[in-house]
């Protein structure tokens, strides 16, 4: 089945010590996102890719990238975890010709923890 | 700037009882909601969307929505609750003016049904 895949499931780091986390889709889509997701609050957009056009969300901080090398994976990198940053983070697809109403599709997230 | 409100933070309700999980929307613009359910430890699912045409929206699992613009709400709603409908429930919208690619979430309804 097509779908959206996050690794690892759980990812332990330690404080400032850099952690990547992967994001793979077969849907074929044109549009990633990443979401941050705290202690069953509300999924926060951190930005998203629009084929190879990368777009950041005004508020997310610095310490966070990403890098979409091809239309399947997306990767995002936190350069200096902070304790402030565990959290769930959720990859989402969507085909991206209508975005305005079209659904997402999202991987089953990675839990970060930062010791 | 758009935003959508879910009032309650948890609903609980008996098994075979009708569930109602509550969402107030506030848009520029015509509104494009969606919600969409969280099981625990894992990713959003979609449900149901709104764009236009008929007020009463069906979706996945035997839900199913209101739009109701005079009272800017879009609430969503099953005949029978069954207890694996036990989840997080989150209200969103898609943000207009950033065309679409941004989506906006409530801070999530946390549903218990009971046996």
């Known amino acids: 089945d097509a779908m959206v895949i996050q690794n690892p499931r759980y990812q332990v780091t330690q404080f400032g010590k850099p952690v990547t986390l992967s994001c793979s889709q077969t849907l074929n889509h044109n549009v990633m996102y990443w979401y941050q997701q705290k202690s069953s609050q509300a999924p926060k957009l951190l930005f998203h890719?629009?084929?190879?056009?990368?777009?950041n969300e005004a508020d997310t901080p610095d310490n966070f990238q990403s890098r979409r090398p091809n239309t399947s994976f997306c990767f995002l990198d936190i350069r200096s975890p902070g304790l402030g940053d565990a959290a769930m983070y959720l990859c989402?697809?969507?085909?991206?010709?209508?975005?305005?109403?079209?659904?997402?599709?999202f991987g089953s997230g990675t839990q970060l923890s930062v010791l | 700037a758009q935003s959508v409100a879910q009032p309650e933070d948890q609903v609980n309700v008996a098994e075979g009882n009708p569930l109602t999980v509550k969402c107030t929307y506030s848009v520029s613009g015509n509104p494009y909601l969606f919600w969409y359910v969280q099981y625990p430890n894992r990713g959003l699912q979609f449900l149901l969307k709104y764009i236009t045409g008929d007020n009463l929206v069906k979706g996945s699992y035997g839900f199913e929505a209101e739009f109701n613009k005079s009272q800017t709400s879009f609430h969503l709603k099953k005949p029978s609750a069954l207890v694996s409908d036990s989840a997080l429930y989150f209200c969103?919208?898609?943000?207009?003016?950033?065309?679409?690619?941004?989506?906006?979430f409530g801070a999530g309804t946390r549903l218990f049904v009971k046996a």
């Open positions: 969103a919208v898609r943000d207009v003016v950033t065309g679409g690619f941004k989506t906006i």
């Open positions: 989402a697809t969507s085909y991206g010709t209508e975005p305005i109403n079209e659904k997402l599709f």
């Open positions: 890719y629009y084929d190879k056009d990368f777009n």
